[in-house]
């Protein structure tokens, strides 16, 4: 049975993010900020990390996860982008 969903948000003003699990929300996000915790990846390294962090079993495209989770973690100011080429990710300093 299926958790009940979770509304992610999104960075960008007067954008939407769509609801997920909030089972499938809490695996990757967990995964996220375990992986930047050491590193500050492209959105290509960071979605290959997930997928090395989430059990084999996730039901799911682990990149269409990464994605939405990633943008609500920039949007409650969790994680941010940097200015660089390519884009990297890493954790805001609390």
């Known amino acids: ?32 900020l375990e992986l930047l915790i ?13 997928k090395e962090i989430l059990p084999t079993s996730f039901d799911g495209s ?4 990464t994605e939405t989770v990633k943008l609500d973690l920039e949007a409650r100011g969790l994680i941010e982008r940097l200015d660089t080429r390519p884009q990297r990710y890493r954790l805001l300093k609390k």
Do not use: C
């Open 38 to 50: 050491t590193v500050e990846p492209t959105y290509s390294e960071m979605a290959d990390g997930i």
């Open 62 to 65: 682990i990149r269409w996860y």
């Open 1 to 32: 049975m299926e958790s009940e969903l979770f509304q992610t948000l999104h960075p960008e003003e007067g954008k939407k993010n769509k609801p997920i699990s909030v089972d499938r929300y809490e695996l990757v996000k967990n995964a996220i």
